[in-house]
């Protein structure tokens, strides 16, 4: 089943229902349609940018309108994984599939990709092998391999997107 982000600045909420989805068989059965989905990810959306997190915890608010801030993804991530989560910032590609390689399937990493001068999309990586990465992209609502070439010398070419900038990984 394909899951589509419902708008053009959620693919980070959408990533985070993808994780849980994938960390929960409870979850996944909740979400069994792209409508179910789309609600899902524009409520958690609304809560990840919000002052409170999923925990009742304060959190820095952040502009719906500019997506999902960093810190309000590794929060979420730790709160679906049970595992705290480290924000790397990924100047260089081969930094990026460090990171990337640690995801398996109940870990996923979460990467902020964009151009050369900003992040402006965020992709799952739900597992990694020796070949590549098996990487959620909520533009088109599917999980693909993305060849370790890609994220090592590019591009990456994901949503049109071709360089990784910060990773959200276990830590």
């Known amino acids: 089943m394909r899951l589509v982000q419902p708008d053009r600045r959620s693919c980070g909420a959408a990533c985070l229902v993808v994780a849980a989805r994938a960390s929960s068989p409870e979850v996944a059965a909740s979400i069994p349609d792209q409508a179910t989905f789309s609600r899902e990810v524009l409520r958690a959306h609304r809560r990840i940018t919000s002052l409170v997190d999923r925990a009742g915890s304060l959190q820095v608010p952040w502009l719906r309108a500019i997506g999902t801030a960093p810190w309000a993804a590794a929060r979420e991530l730790r709160l679906i994984t049970g ?10 590609r081969h930094d990026a599939w460090r990171y990337v390689r640690t995801a398996t399937q109940r870990l996923p990493v979460a990467v902020y ?6 992040p402006r999309h965020v992709v799952l990586v739900l597992e990694a092998t020796d070949e590549g990465a098996w990487t ?23 949503a049109g997107w071709d360089r990784p900038w910060i990773t959200l990984a276990p830590s």
């Open 113 to 118: 990709i964009g151009d050369r001068l900003c």
């Open 136 to 158: 959620y992209e909520p533009a088109v609502g599917n999980v693909r391999l993305v060849a370790r070439e890609r994220w090592t010398s590019g591009p990456l070419q994901l």
């Open 83 to 92: 595992v705290d989560y480290s924000s790397h910032p990924t100047p260089v």
